[in-house]
């Protein structure tokens, strides 16, 4: 619970103000793609393995990254209050598409509400490819010491950290796509 708290005064410290745009002058001003800048990649993390961390699927079963090793896995930590997450949760979805047979993207809700606010938020239609997972008490946020949301992370086929970043990107930039592959 505290790391939870400390992730949202972290968001609201950072990236998630009122309406996401601070996050995203800061990272017009460094020559980003639509959020943070490709340079602040966080490479420090690279080759240890994701965290044996549980969430959940609408229909309610769990599953961990490692139930998706084969292939990269993104995971992208958001929640419903938080704006600059909400703002690039549809780029995430048209990335996706064009990436489902090299990439598994995993949206995990780190909404305390649980279902009920994510339900809210992710109505039927809403998104083409992506759906939603939940970590209501935000183990995985914890586990990954994340530093306020968003928060999206890259595993290799082998469920080992590529690089991580915290803030949105223009998920479907050419270097954004780039640094995927």
């Not at 979805?93 to 064009?98: P, R």
Request: charged share 20%.
């Amino acid at each position: 619970m505290r790391v939870l708290i400390l992730t949202l005064l972290g968001c609201l410290l950072a990236s998630c103000d009122s309406n996401g745009s601070a996050a995203a002058d800061r990272g017009k001003a460094a020559g980003s793609q639509g959020g943070v800048a490709l340079s602040k990649l966080d490479r420090s993390h690279a080759g240890t393995a994701a965290p044996d961390v549980a969430f959940l699927s609408r229909d309610g079963t769990s599953a961990k990254v490692a139930d998706f090793k084969g292939k990269p896995v993104l995971v992208n930590l958001w929640a419903t209050w938080c704006a600059p997450c909400i703002a690039e949760l549809p780029e995430i979805d048209e990335m996706a598409q064009g990436e489902t047979k090299r990439l598994t993207v995993l949206t995990i809700s780190q909404d305390l509400g649980g279902w009920r606010a994510v339900d809210k938020f992710w109505t039927p239609g809403k998104f083409e490819t992506i759906t939603p997972r939940l970590d209501q008490k935000g183990n995985f946020a914890t586990a990954v010491e994340a530093q306020g949301l968003p928060v999206s992370v890259l595993y290799d086929a082998r469920g080992r950290e590529v690089w991580r970043v915290n803030g949105p990107l223009k998920w479907t930039s050419a270097a954004v796509l780039s640094a995927l592959r």
